[in-house]
């Protein structure tokens, strides 16, 4: 197939990394901002970041979570109250420190020494203190159990090297947390909100993941027990896309968050967090993205199907806009997922060869173009962009008549979402290794020669404190860690990988993001 | 009518502020955070914002404008380019200067000295700098123009007395900015905005607003015209409830933002932005609120219908919650203003009569209770929380079938809309005086001796500069204001209140939050 010439500069298989930031940028996604750390979101990237809003929350609410808005600013107080928290998140935090700004008597701007804050304020890097100190005044007795809280917002984590969606300073996310009156009833709100993560991640974004339990060392800081969806991408390193957090007591000792029971006695609650973010968007890109661009699974996609007419910039472009808009409106009549079918007319001027390949590079569902050719005949020129290529080396091209292209496209996008799912399943099964069964082994199977290695599922014995340390140095001398100790995979039958002493559960192992 | 017994403490006119500060409160829509002017805003209030974000956000959309997101922080330099602008804003601006911080040895945090940031970044107060340099990237020739870009995101304005709602140092809000290839083009968008937010604050949130433009000492600085859309409280008050401005060429200079012309001359755009926020929350309850907490305009309400079954712990509550079941799917099924109708079946605990009187508080247009008797005959118990009191006293229950009460429920969401934006267009109209001809009877008219005296449309000659100041300064003894010129008022006939010279337009006084 050398004879196709893609529609970006850069092969997944010459430089992913590079291949990811091209991806980035030629699908209109976002851009540096030139503010460290922090990047625009456009449209197509934001408005990816809407339907996974849409459709997330429609879920979050269905659990019963109501939606609240807490404040950007935490203070200090709120995070020397619990210290694992402070210490692993103190690291990484904007903080305000003055609340003005006054001429520095040279034409520029410095804070205003009258103007310092007597404590300083954190900007959010995420909010169980914040809310924690709100529930502690919602909730009294039983009855006001489970409190569910979900929050739409921005928050900052300063980091040193950034990529865009993958890691950035400032990133949007959700995070629900929630009280209740035992441990049960918080882990299973805890699992709920991983199956409902696993869930949106298999089903809308189309991405496999395995849904597990991270082991200590990975655990948020303050948490019992931290779990997580990990889904592979295309250079077989593993991508954490979710977790959810069972927080056990820690944050209601912390925030006070206590309630009487049914025999009168004050308790702590038990509390949780969960959440995502638009890393997901950067999941997305490293999991259905190709040569060509990004490939947009129905469901997320802003636009589902695109209709480009081929504008000559004479007369007879009216009858051809008449046309298209005639299928435009018969397309957004039908329903695909539940939903009207999300259909755009790209009017603009250009050639429509150049805009094809633009939305190829935006890795819009399907792609109709319309010619004075396809007009007459009555038919029109549709591409799906997940099977973009022809055996000859050609856009593979189909030429429906225009009512067919109107009656086949709901089960076109249905099929298109099976596919890509499909065909990352299928390449995440072929790269995961389940046969090492020595730590020598494992290192020679990540050895240099190995590019896009995959993950390795092994069985441990679940080491913890000092123990467990000493193998996560080992396995960072090999650049790798453990991802997640996957959920209903069944008891082990043989020995740790790493102890020698007998496993008690499976667990993940691979580079990550 | 002094035999009724009103759900809060506080009346309207004994003191409109605490009054407000108790709806607020008892209809569970925000309360302080404990952060420095920080609210926290719980569900109602959230499901509030989350209606006009969805409603707002399809008005937008229509006119072709697209969201993207960009960077809570804002570098120092932006600030300096633009004088007026940093001349508005510089005062009161939260400012992070340090990006980790350390233990202080004595069990607290500092902001780490080594973690000092080389240029302070400011906390967006709004982005017009931010989004003018993205827009300097991204507008190379007239082909890219118009550039219409809209964000929904928090903001940050020190502020030194806040109050929920309505003057909040974090609050939340849309911001559009635009970019044009002409005053013309840059002036019919800033209209079309004032139009949009007109015909929101009307047709959604039932409020009566006059949209017209600011004077010169009221413009947002860095604009050439600003516009809003202002609201007559309760207590006779103005709210400016979003504003418009066209920034001419001043932006654009200094992000420099230009643009090939068809002549491929380069040439400067000419930029807008407009917004509103979660302040219209605050107008939504000055507007519609009385003695009995908030009344929520149906188009509007997080739920348009709830339903209150009166249980009593008893076998029997599972008949009963079966027929009120039914009720609620049925309804759900009807359509009104475009959408499913959104009925909640309250299944909590707790006496009816008590719930009632939450929802009451909190303003659901409609409330059914079903009791047993209710039941046994058929029958419901409606109340439509805008004419909450009958003549007798006693709230105003009407008693249809289940099948009438369903099949009128649409008809009466739409009724209670309209009957909402009447009585406060009517109180509006009310409270407007155009008949006082100099500036002793505005003094008089705004006297001590009355509270809630309302606005005053006057005839003005447009001054500017320091006879404009001496006018502002005139007004602001009498604690009153400019607030805008409507359009299409048409031309005035007599003299400026003010100068004496001929008036050159019409325009409103009043007091303001």
């Known amino acids: 197939m050398s ?5 970006l500069t850069i092969k997944r298989e010459d430089d992913f990394a590079q291949w990811y930031q091209e991806v980035v940028s030629a699908a209109d996604m976002a851009e540096e901002s030139g503010v460290r750390g ?7 990237g934001y408005g990816i970041w809407e339907r996974i809003q849409r459709l997330m929350d429609e879920r979050i609410k269905a659990a019963g979570v109501q939606n609240c808005y807490f404040p950007i600013f935490i203070p200090l107080a709120n995070f020397e109250r619990e210290a694992a928290h402070v210490e692993g998140f103190a690291k990484e935090m904007a903080v305000v420190t003055h609340h003005r700004l006054i001429a520095d008597g040279k034409g520029g701007l410095v804070p205003d020494p009258e103007a310092k804050l007597e404590e300083p304020l954190v900007v959010r890097p995420t909010s169980e203190t914040i809310i924690g100190d709100a529930m502690s005044r919602w909730i009294q ?34 995070e629900g947390h929630t009280a209740h009156d035992s441990r049960d009833g918080a882990m299973e709100e805890t699992l ?14 189309a991405i496999p993941v395995v849904a597990g339990e991270k082991p200590e060392n990975e655990r948020f800081p303050g948490a019992v027990a931290t779990y997580s969806i990990e889904a592979m991408m295309q250079d077989g390193k593993a991508l ?10 820690n944050f209601a000792e912390a925030a006070n968050i206590r309630f009487q029971d049914r025999e009168g006695t004050q308790q702590l609650c038990h509390t949780t967090s969960w959440g995502t ?33 081929m504008l000559r910039d004479k007369p007879e472009d009216s009858a051809l806009l008449d046309y298209c808009e005639e299928l435009r409106a018969a397309i957004a009549h039908e329903q695909v997922l539940g939903e009207p079918i999300r259909v755009l007319l790209d009017r603009k001027p250009g050639k429509a060869a150049g805009k094809r390949w633009d939305w190829v590079r935006k890795g819009a569902p399907v792609i109709i173009e319309v010619g004075g050719r396809d007009m007459a005949g009555g038919k029109v020129s549709m591409l799906r962009r997940d099977r973009l290529w022809g055996e000859d080396g050609k856009p593979d091209f189909s030429y429906p008549s225009r009512d067919e292209a109107r009656a086949s496209i709901a089960d076109l996008l249905v099929d298109i979402q099976a596919s890509l799912y499909g065909e990352a399943k299928e390449r995440r099964e072929a790269n995961i290794v389940r046969d090492i069964s020595s730590f020598d082994e494992l290192a020679e199977f990540y050895g240099e020669n ?3 290695p995959g993950w390795v599922e092994v069985q441990w014995s679940r080491p913890t404190g000092d123990e467990l340390s000493k193998v996560v140095e080992k396995l960072k001398s090999l650049k790798l860690t453990f991802r997640n100790v996957p959920m209903d995979r069944g008891a082990p039958n043989g020995k740790c990988l790493f102890t020698g002493d007998d496993a008690v559960e499976w667990i993940y192992v691979a580079r990550a993001y």
Chains 1, 2 share one sequence.
Not at 240 to 249: K, R, S
């Open 141 to 174: 007795s039983w009855r006001d159990l489970p409190l569910m809280t979900n929050q739409w917002a921005n928050v900052v984590r300063w980091e040193m090297r950034t990529r865009m969606f993958l890691r950035t300073s400032e990133f949007l996310w959700q």
């Open 38 to 44: 922090c990047m625009v979101i456009k449209p197509w």
């Open 3 to 7: 004879n196709i010439r893609h529609a």
């Open 192 to 205: 709920r909100a991983l199956e409902m993560y696993r869930s949106f991640a298999e089903d809308v974004l």
């Open 277 to 309: 973010s638009t890393r997901l968007i950067g999941g997305l890109i490293m999991t259905h993205g190709d040569d060509d661009g990004l490939r947009v699974p129905p469901a997320i996609a802003p636009h589902q199907v695109v209709i480009l007419p």
């Open 450 to 452: 190995q590019r896009y």
């Open 240 to 249: 954490q896309a979710g977790t959810t957090h069972y927080l056990g007591t």
